[in-house]
Nanobody, 118 residues
Framework: QVELAESGGGLVQAGGSLRLSCAFL????????MAWFRQAPGQERESVAV???????NSADSVKGRFTISRDNAKNMVYLQMNSLKPEDTAVYYC????????????WGQGTQVTVSS
């Protein structure tokens, strides 16, 4: 069983920065692709950024150039550095893990709220 615990959300003014952290507990971190998703009120959950065990990344067009996903395999941590935040980035952000052999995300964190004021 895997547990994911996000931290680092909060209230920030537009143009500001936040760094989200996700602790991975329970299994071999290197065997998992990690991702950040977000869900704003009344909207569907969307993928923000993903990182493979080898460090390859991809991110949504809406956050390219502003958000950076990274991971520390020694500490079993994944991060989302968010710069130049906009009010439309306001959402609950979730960390998710997908094993190499799985077609879907197997584990989800409880979410952390990010609110960007204008």
């Amino acid at each position: 069983q895997v547990e994911l615990a996000e931290s680092g959300g909060g209230l920030v003014q537009a143009g500001g920065s936040l760094r989200l952290s996700c602790a991975f507990l329970g299994r071999t971190f290197a065997n998992y692709l990690m991702a950040w998703f977000r869900q704003a009120p009344g909207q569907e959950r969307e993928s923000v950024a993903v990182i493979t065990s080898g460090g390859s990344t991809n991110s949504a067009d809406s956050v390219k150039g502003r958000f950076t996903i990274s991971r520390d395999n020694a500490k079993n941590m994944v991060y989302l550095q968010m710069n130049s935040l906009k009010p439309e980035d306001t959402a609950v952000y979730y960390c998710a893990a997908r094993s190499i052999a799985s077609p879907t995300y197997d584990y989800w964190g409880q979410g952390t709220q990010v609110t960007v004021s204008s």
